[in-house]
């Protein structure tokens, strides 16, 4: 793809005004948008379901004269287009992102990561839009523990659960409608994100947010699957890098070489809130349990300059930590219902 396409695609900074933001009520969405505000001067128009992982307050504080919520799915073509017919880019977060609850109910997984993201290029080829395409290392399946090679744009497809393959699914309708209509889009797939704001089903809120309920941590099978953590301002960051900077068409792996394993982080956790670091439970393992990711960002930085400036995973579990701590009332509704889920399937 990269030899059809001249340097002239690449979008310039200055013609981003207004943003699109789909899943902007979300864990990395919401940081995008707080990020922008700090960062930039673009204003954003966020496109939220608001579905069980959506949470209206995680955008509270921002400014409104800068953040508009408009409630709403992105599989809504009516909706979707009159949003766009109105915006500069669309920076597409929007999904269903988690693995436990795609294996028990795909269906909601393939409508909104995969319909969805057709109803986005859909009208990004109308109004002839910029698009940025969020997507994940997971599509390229898993790593052996001692393999030395790590995921890279070469890598092929090969995702294992329904999330995976509805996120692998949805970059080929990105490629397709680059290639055949002319769609200015490109993708990033990103390692594992932690920091504030993360639904607390996932792996580091879950652990942090049960030890301050006395509850134990819960490992999956044997704790030795790794995960390459990168802190979600540095997720940003590249997006924001390659929504002003990326050549359209191209795909760009986003890491910040943060492999450990599952084991090694909640023994930290633990650590860092002052438990022995062995009061955890074993429990029942994810069905086709992805062993390893690791990504190698080396186009990203050597192409568009871009680096990880959160080097330090202690310090920021330790400051994602304290961010759970204060912000109780974020988390704490959520939490029953949570733990019932797992409850169901031993985990
Ligand atoms: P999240 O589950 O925290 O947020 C998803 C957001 O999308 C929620 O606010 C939800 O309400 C919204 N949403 C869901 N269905 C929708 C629909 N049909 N219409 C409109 N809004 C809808 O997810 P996240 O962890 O913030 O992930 C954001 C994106 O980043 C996803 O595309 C995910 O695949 C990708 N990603 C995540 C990670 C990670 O570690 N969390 C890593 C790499 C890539
Ligand atoms: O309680 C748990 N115990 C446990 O051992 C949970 C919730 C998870 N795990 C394990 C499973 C994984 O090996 O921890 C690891 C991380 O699990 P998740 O937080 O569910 O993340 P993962 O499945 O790796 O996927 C995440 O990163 C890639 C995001 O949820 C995806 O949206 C993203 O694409």
Known sequence: MRDTVSPSARASV???????????????????????????DVSVVVLDKLTYAGNEDSLSDLPADRVQLVVGDICDAELVDSLVADTDAIVHF???????????????????????????????????????????????????????????ESTPYNPSSPYSSSKGASDLLVRAWVRSFGVKATISNCSNNY?????????????????LS??????????????????????????????????????????????????????????????????????????????RYAIDSSKLRAE???????????????ATIDWYKANDSWWRPAKEATEAKYAKTGQ
């Open 214 to 291: 006395g509850l134990r941590p819960k490992l999956y099978g044997t704790g030795e699957n790794v995960r390459d953590w990168i802190h979600v301002d540095d997720h940003n960051s590249a997006v924001w890098t390659i929504l002003n900077h990326g050549v359209i068409g191209e795909t760009y792996l986003i890491g910040a070489d943060g492999e450990k394993n599952n084991k090694e982080v909640i023994e930290s956790i633990l650590g860092l809130l002052g438990q022995p670091t062995d009061a955890y439970d074993l429990v029942t393992d994810r069905p086709g349990h992805d062993m």
């Open 94 to 152: 929007a999904a269903e992102s988690h693995n436990d609850n795609s294996l028990n109910d795909p269906w909601p997984f393939v409508q909104t990561n995969i319909v969805g993201t057709y109803t986005l290029l859909q009208a990004a080829r109308k109004h002839d839009t910029r698009i940025h395409h969020i997507s994940t290392d997971e599509v390229y399946g898993d790593l052996e523990l001692d393999d030395p090679d790590k995921f890279d």
């Open 195 to 211: 920091g504030p704001y993360q639904h607390i089903e996932k792996f580091i809120p879950r652990q942090i947010t049960n030890v």
């Open 304 to 318: 568009l300059g871009w680096k990880p400036k959160y080097r330090n995973f202690t310090e920021g579990l330790m």
């Open 14 to 40: 200055s013609a981003m005004q207004r943003l699109l933001v789909t899943g902007g009520a979300g864990f990395i969405g919401s940081n995008f948008v707080r990020w922008l505000m700090a960062n930039t």
